[in-house]
């Protein structure tokens, strides 16, 4: 019951662009499940805002920031445009 309280789920945006970036997503996260990894899509805003939740060896990995930026940011980006920036949960 405790638990449920510091867990308030939330509802993440499923923009129109929502269903290309999953897309586009697949691609990255083949390079994040070969590191031991896993990018979880959790929402797109109407802007371009992508949400994304890190899982495994890349929630604790110390070039996660970096990757995010110059790997998964510029890869969306460039499949997807309309993509503006990734913010991480």
């Known amino acids: 019951m405790i638990a449920r309280l510091f867990h308030k789920k939330i509802d993440y945006p499923k923009g129109p662009l929502f269903d290309a970036v999953q897309e586009a997503m697949q691609g990255v996260q ?25 899982h495994g060896t890349c929630k604790a990995c110390p070039l996660s920031a970096v990757t995010l930026k110059l790997g998964v940011e510029k890869e969306l980006r460039r499949c997807v445009p309309g993509v503006k920036k990734i913010l991480q949960k």
């Open 30 to 54: 083949l390079y994040a499940i070969s590191h031991g990894g896993e990018i979880e899509l959790l929402g797109v805003t109407e802007e371009g805002d992508v949400w994304l939740r890190l």
